[in-house]
């Protein structure tokens, strides 16, 4: 992981609420969300948005673990950002656009 990659993703994270520790300095970061994740905790948001598992795993790996068993509707919130390369959280009192750059496996 460059120095610039890592800043980044240590961005992400002290966003979340774990925050980052130093402990994780050019740690790629290793996300394994629940099949029953929402699709906020996929993408992010909320009244406070906070980035959510994709954005998390920014410049490391998205894994999700027993694929099938994702909702419909919350693996077509992975389209875009897929496809885009980016996610937009719109909330009341915030905009935010995270980049997510990750690698994704599925079992």
């Given at each position: 992981m460059t120095d610039e990659q890592a800043l980044e993703a240590a961005a992400v994270q002290s966003l979340s609420?774990?925050?980052?520790?130093?402990?994780?300095w050019k740690r790629r970061n290793f996300r394994a969300p629940h099949h029953t994740s929402s699709g906020v905790a996929l993408v992010g948001?909320?009244?406070?948005?906070?980035?959510?598992?994709?954005?998390?795993?920014?410049?490391g790996v998205l894994f999700l673990d027993e694929f099938?068993?994702?909702?419909?509707?919350?693996?077509?919130?992975?389209?875009?950002?897929?496809?885009?390369?980016?996610?937009?959280?719109?909330?009341?009192?915030?905009k935010r656009i995270s980049p997510p750059d990750f690698s994704w496996s599925r079992r």
């Open positions: 609420n774990g925050g980052f520790s130093s402990e994780n948001g909320g009244g406070n948005p906070r980035p959510g598992e994709i954005s998390l795993a920014h410049h099938p068993e994702f909702d419909r509707k919350v693996l077509e919130v992975l389209r875009e950002p897929m496809e885009s390369g980016h996610i937009t959280i719109s909330a009341p009192r915030a």
